[in-house]
């Protein structure tokens, strides 16, 4: 490994505090060398705030070094005003000599431009170390950016026989095939992902509330498919403790929806502090049902969505071949007969065990 990759890879370490609290930014990490040696590091912070390289020059304390240093960068800095001024800017008016760059940003108003700008300063600019793992970093920002649509993470549990829910069940909630540091496990997925979608049987059976608690984290967006608004919201997924977006395709029922109602409101966008947003599709459009999902869920600038949803949802997303990871459990439980678990073609990229647990992740060939 060559000293920038020996850097980059540091970046990329550090780059993952920022999971679940940049987006829609990226999460990125950065580090300063000075005499070949790390003087400082920083990573995103949430969203509205510093980026990784302000972070990580600010940190240093003794500024003058900075025109001597080398930054080590995940991500093309930024050229534009956001939430917050241009990073380029900002290593330009510190005389940085040295920027290393792990991948250019597809944004478009990025896309070249942060490095033009270096380069036009007279900065000595390398891109492409550790390309690959830079941009297998950050999937879920090139996802969105270049496809227009969420990352889109499938998670189911099945039994050894190969299903996912038994056919009768005494109370209105899951039937756990898994054990709880899998549970575990998955909580802490969801703090990590904009969204989290199931459909309407889901909540009719299971009752879930889709939020973070085996974790710490911040809830994600629930989005619920209720075709014909026939969930009331005593059901948990619509308490307070998360934002919501209902797909529906109704017109007839829609207008009969209280919306005045506290904590109820039609977008889009999505407002935080505000319950629920509604979006319609049209179902009898069956071959496209999830790409209206997404290009929706696209206008909401969701960046990323885990598909927790029964076995016809799931089905769905992969029949349209839009999803990018799935997660599958395995657990030590049979039910002899049930509902099917879905049906996926992809390439195994991992297989562990969690207590007797298994779990296989695959990628979309």
Not at 94 to 115: L, R, S, T, W
Not at 148 to 167: Q, S, V
Not at 173 to 180: A, D, E, G, H, S
Request: with cysteine; proline share 4%; glycine share 6%.
């Amino acid at each position: 490994m060559s000293t920038h990759e020996i850097y980059i890879s540091r970046c990329l370490e550090i780059a993952k505090n920022g999971l679940g609290t940049t987006r829609p930014n990226p999460m990125v990490g950065a580090v300063i060398v000075y005499n070949n040696t790390i003087i400082s590091e920083g990573y995103t912070s949430a969203y509205g705030s510093n980026h990784a390289e302000v972070n990580a020059i600010n940190a240093v304390k003794d500024k003058s070094i900075l025109s001597k240093s080398t930054l080590y960068v995940t991500l093309e800095p930024c050229s534009h005003y956001g939430k917050t001024p241009p990073c380029s800017d900002l290593i330009v008016k510190h005389n940085i000599p040295n920027v290393v760059i792990g991948c250019v940003d597809d944004n478009p108003e990025v896309a070249g431009k942060g490095i033009a700008k270096l380069k036009a300063s007279d900065c000595n600019v390398t891109v492409g170390v550790l390309e690959n793992e830079c941009k297998t970093h950050h999937k879920r920002f090139f996802t969105f950016h270049n496809k227009k649509r969420p990352y889109i993470i499938l998670k189911w549990a099945e039994t050894t026989d190969g299903f996912i829910a038994p056919i009768k069940k005494d109370e209105k909630k899951p039937v756990w095939i898994t054990n709880i540091y899998s549970r575990q496990l998955v909580h802490k997925w969801r703090a990590e992902e904009q969204a989290i979608l199931v459909g309407t049987n889901t909540v009719i059976e299971d009752n879930p509330s889709l939020t973070v608690r085996d974790w710490s984290g911040e809830n994600p967006i629930r989005v619920v498919l209720d075709r014909n608004l026939k969930l009331d919201k005593t059901y948990s997924v619509f308490n307070d403790e998360a934002e919501n977006i209902i797909f529906h395709d109704n017109n007839d029922l829609f207008p009969k929806v209280d919306k005045n109602q506290k904590g109820w409101a039609i977008s889009p966008p999505l407002r935080r502090g505000v319950n629920a947003a509604y979006a319609e599709i049209d179902w009898n459009l069956k071959t496209s049902i999830a790409k209206q999902i997404c290009d929706a869920l696209y206008k909401f600038q969701i960046n990323s969505i885990i598909i927790e949803g029964g076995a016809n949802t799931l089905q769905t997303f992969i029949n349209e071949e839009l999803w990018d990871e799935a997660r599958i459990f395995t657990g030590t439980v049979e039910f002899k007969d049930g509902t099917k678990a879905p049906e996926l073609k992809g390439r195994l990229i991992s297989e562990s065990r969690i207590k007797n647990d298994l779990l296989k992740i695959y990628a979309k060939d």
